[in-house]
């Protein structure tokens, strides 16, 4: 059978339900705490959470006093997410929405954007740069000016390093772009699946530029692969970096 060329949309529609069994989630604890120490996160801040998927860091940020709004373009996410925060009594707004579209003009104190929650997420038809500019101009309207902001997304320098001109001769990877066009398999808590997926990676120096035109300055570059969130510096194999920024304009 040939693998599927979901959109993104599909796929965390039909893992939402299985979505919170995957291992990168186990450390949200410790990973709200680095967020309140790293961002300093008071009680009763307004804080967006930019693709907030089933809601996990959210719903631990609002049991912390934080006023959470969380937007997703997967209504199945969200009703996971939804069904955590009644069952912790909590207050959280969920917000259905394609964040290269939605803004809140000046509304929030802080905001987060972590583990691929939009950013870097294209589908077949679609060019990475102008995707991911969109989604970090309309966080950064939505902040007020010196409101901090942390973003992971995948981290580029893995991706060249393991990289061969063989994948560029078959159009898997192009080199003038940093387009991976490739089949993913991914083994997943409802079991394995094949799936087509074009990635537009960035390494960090590309997310600085893009949040400098976004209305942010950079701060600093961090490992950001779940599990070791950490101020030490971004390992160059390793899945994910972590920006820490604020909104300067």
């Not at 259905?96 to 583990?115: K, M, S, V, Y």
């Not at 740069?129 to 309207?141: C, E, G, K, P």
């Not at 398999?185 to 394995?192: F, Q």
Request: hydrophobic share 45%; with cysteine; charged share 25%.
């Amino acid at each position: 059978m040939e693998p599927q060329a979901l959109t993104w949309h599909e796929f965390f529609e039909r893992h939402a339900p299985h979505y919170d069994q995957n291992p990168f989630t186990r450390n949200t604890q410790v990973e709200v705490q680095f967020l309140v120490e790293r961002m300093g996160l008071k009680p009763s801040m307004r804080v967006l959470d930019a693709g907030c998927g089933t809601g996990r860091h959210s719903v631990e940020l609002a049991k912390r006093g934080m006023f959470m709004v969380g937007v997703d373009l997967s209504p199945a996410m969200l009703s996971v997410a939804k069904e955590k925060g009644d069952a912790a009594g909590l207050e959280i707004e969920w917000v259905e929405a394609n964040l290269t579209e939605w803004q809140r003009p000046g509304a929030f104190e802080a905001a987060i954007c972590l583990c691929e929650g939009g950013f870097g997420l294209i589908n077949q038809d679609e060019d990475g740069v102008t995707h991911d500019l969109a989604i970090l101009r309309n966080i950064s309207a939505s902040l007020v000016v010196g409101a901090p902001f942390i973003l992971t997304a995948l981290n580029g320098y893995a991706l060249i390093r393991r990289m061969t001109d063989e994948a560029v001769t078959q159009g898997a990877f192009d080199p003038a772009t940093m387009v991976l066009h490739h089949l993913d398999e991914m083994d997943l808590p409802e079991g394995p699946i094949q799936m087509i997926v074009k990635e537009r990676l960035f390494i960090p120096p590309e997310v600085i530029a893009l949040m400098r035109f976004a209305g942010f300055e950079v701060d600093a570059v961090y490992g950001g692969t779940a599990g070791e969130w950490g101020e030490r510096p971004l390992k160059l194999d390793e899945i994910e970096m972590m920006i820490i920024a604020r909104k300067a304009r």
